[in-house]
T-cell receptor
Framework: AQSVTQPDIHITVSEGASLELRCNYS??????LFWYVQSPGQGLQLLLK??????LVQGIKGFEAEFKRSQSSFNLRKPSVHWSDAAEYFC????????????FGAGTRLFVKA | GAVVSQHPSWVICKSGTSVKIECRSL??????MFWYRQFPKQSLMLMAT?????????EQGVEKDKFLINHASLTLSTLTVTSAHPEDSSFYIC????????????FGQGTRLTVV
C-alpha cells in the first residue's frame, strides 16, 4: 500500500536560515510526488510536484525538492526562510487509476523564530 | 485553470441535523472527486472516492450511511453529513481529478463544520 512518512512533527528555524523538510514514500510504481502548504484554517496550496524528468524540481515561494529514488525520498528545501513561511507542510504521493488519489503524510509544522 | 470551489466555507449546525457540502470544478470536467477529513493539527484522511454517475467508494472505517456522497454531474459532488454529532466537527476538503490521463488532483479551499 502507498504511504508517506514525514518523520518530523515540527521544526523550528531562525528567519534567514535554510530549511529542509524530510519526506519518505512507499509506492510500488513510479510515484507522483507533491508538497503542499497549509496555513491555519486554510485550504491547501501546491508548492511543487514531481512526475518525471529532472529530479530537482523548483516550486513557488523559493522552495525546491529533490527526488531520490534510491532513498525513496522527496525532501523539501528552501535556502532562506521567511517568517511568512510558518505553516503546516504536507508531503503527498499520488496514486491509483481512475482518478488521482492523493495520500498525505502526517505533516510537519514549521515555526520560524525572529 | 483547474479551480475547485467548495461551499460553504464554514457551517455551524445543531446536533441531529444534516448538512450538505458542495464541491464544484469550475473550469474542467472532474470524472473523479475525492473527499478528505482533517481533524485539528492532523493530516488529511481520505474518506471516499466518487466517480461521476456511480456509487462512491469509501475508505475502511468511514460510515457510508453517515457520509452520503453524490457525484451526479462532471462538475459537482456533494457530501452530506447525516444526523451530525459534535464528533463530526472537522475540516472537510474535496479534490477533483480530470481522470485517468491526469496526474494531479486539484483541491478546494475546505469547509469547516462545527456541530453544536
Amino acid at each position: 500500500a502507498q504511504s508517506v512518512t514525514q518523520p518530523d512533527i515540527h521544526i523550528t528555524v531562525s528567519e534567514g536560515a535554510s530549511l529542509e523538510l524530510r519526506c519518505n514514500y512507499s509506492y510500488g510504481a513510479t510515484p507522483y510526488l507533491f508538497w503542499y502548504v497549509q496555513s491555519p484554517g486554510q485550504g491547501l496550496q501546491l508548492l511543487l510536484k514531481y512526475f518525471s524528468g529532472d529530479t530537482l524540481v523548483q516550486g513557488i515561494k523559493g522552495f525546491e525538492a529533490e527526488f531520490k529514488r534510491s532513498q525513496s525520498s522527496f525532501n523539501l528545501r528552501k535556502p532562506s526562510v521567511h517568517w511568512s513561511d510558518a505553516a503546516e507542510y504536507f508531503c503527498a504521493v499520488g496514486a491509483g487509476t481512475g482518478g488521482f488519489k492523493t495520500i498525505f503524510g502526517a505533516g510537519t509544522r514549521l515555526f520560524v523564530k525572529a | 485553470g483547474a479551480v475547485v470551489s467548495q461551499h460553504p466555507s464554514w457551517v455551524i449546525c445543531k446536533s441531529g441535523t444534516s448538512v450538505k457540502i458542495e464541491c464544484r470544478s469550475l473550469d474542467f470536467q472532474a470524472t473523479t472527486m475525492f473527499w478528505y477529513r482533517q481533524f485539528p493539527k492532523q493530516s488529511l484522511m481520505l474518506m471516499a472516492t466518487s466517480n461521476e454517475g456511480s456509487k462512491a467508494t469509501y475508505e475502511q472505517g468511514v460510515e457510508k450511511d453517515k457520509f452520503l456522497i453524490n457525484h451526479a454531474s462532471l462538475t459537482l459532488s456533494t457530501l452530506t453529513v447525516t444526523s451530525a454529532h459534535p464528533e463530526d466537527s472537522s475540516f472537510y476538503i474535496c479534490s477533483a481529478s480530470r481522470g485517468l490521463m491526469n496526474t494531479e488532483a486539484f483541491f478546494g479551499q475546505g469547509t469547516r463544520l462545527t456541530v453544536v
